[in-house]
């Protein structure tokens, strides 16, 4: 198994992208076969080439495709089919940094996986009425990015980060996205009243705008925030470590049937039944660092 991530040298790309991320499945690698990738608030750009097969499932609904995709904030956990080896090199958003990136795709709402070919995905991050399209599109490669990032992933971070900053150089801010960066910086940390008075605006106009560039509420966004702190801290702990009634203390839930309510309704599995079966993407490949 090979599997990286960095963050963009660049401050401009830093703005909207949170890192660069690849991951590889090796034939005779032992892993999970059907990971499940839970919620997020963030929108991943997955760059593969067309023998790549993809699927990710909920319940009844199943989503499949090949090569090169976007994966939209959603509030569902997905079953994906690993079964197969793979290479894909991921780009990480920001929250709601799509809604500031112009696309030729519509890339907003929640729930979506959506399939791109490779010029559709070059021309997602390149705009002919910009830029030259001869000059900047044709030496693109996409063979050529997934082979460096297999050995040198600094090397295949810079290659891509080039044609990158054509894209966010041409971003569009405006007082809503404004408004949700500023609340983004406090949510992790604060009670939505705190929020509030940080800001000194109104949580009714505060959610309008939030909800506008990220999809989700603020309750739902904090509730995720929730989620991937516990999952990283369940992930750092052997089964024998863990006591729920403690968990459910410091990540303050008010009694323990209910951190087994939230954690069945986020991952379709009580708490008892996660732990054996360790089965999201961090436990399956690990942090990436």
Excluded at 102 to 117: A, E, F, P, T
Excluded at 163 to 191: C, F, G, I, M, P
Excluded at 270 to 286: F, Q, S
């Amino acid at each position: 198994m090979n599997n990286w991530r960095l963050a963009p040298k660049n401050t401009r790309l830093a703005k909207y992208i949170e890192f660069f991320w690849l991951l590889e499945k090796k034939a005779g690698d032992a892993s999970v076969a059907h990971p499940k990738l839970n919620c997020e608030p963030t929108s991943h750009f997955i760059l593969a080439n067309d023998d790549y097969l993809f699927s990710y499932s909920h319940q009844e609904e199943v989503t499949t495709g090949n090569g090169c995709h976007w994966i939209l904030p959603h509030c569902k956990t997905y079953l994906m089919d690993h079964t197969e080896p793979f290479l894909i090199f991921g780009i990480k958003f920001r929250t709601g940094a799509l809604y500031s990136l112009k696309s030729n795709v519509d890339l907003s709402g929640l729930d979506k996986i959506i399939r791109m070919n490779i010029q559709d995905c070059l021309e997602t991050m390149l705009y002919e009425e910009v830029f030259n399209k001869e000059k900047y599109v044709a030496p693109f490669s996409l063979k050529k990015l997934l082979q460096m990032a297999k050995s040198s992933p600094v090397e295949s971070c810079d290659y891509l980060e080039h044609y990158l900053l054509s894209w966010v150089d041409h971003a569009v801010e405006d007082k809503h996205s404004a408004l949700t960066r500023q609340a983004l910086s406090l949510l992790a940390t604060n009670t939505l009243a705190d929020v509030r008075d940080v800001l000194h605006c109104s949580q009714r106009t505060t959610e309008r705008s939030f909800l506008r560039v990220t999809g989700f509420t603020l309750k739902q966004y904090q509730s995720v925030l929730k989620l991937e702190s516990l999952v990283e801290y369940l992930y750092s702990l052997e089964e024998s470590e863990i006591d729920w009634s403690e968990i459910a203390i410091q990540f303050n839930f008010s009694d323990q049937p209910h951190l087994i309510r939230y954690l069945k309704s986020y991952i379709g599995a009580t708490p008892g039944n996660y732990v054996k079966k360790r089965d999201l993407t961090i436990d399956v490949y690990g942090t990436f660092e």
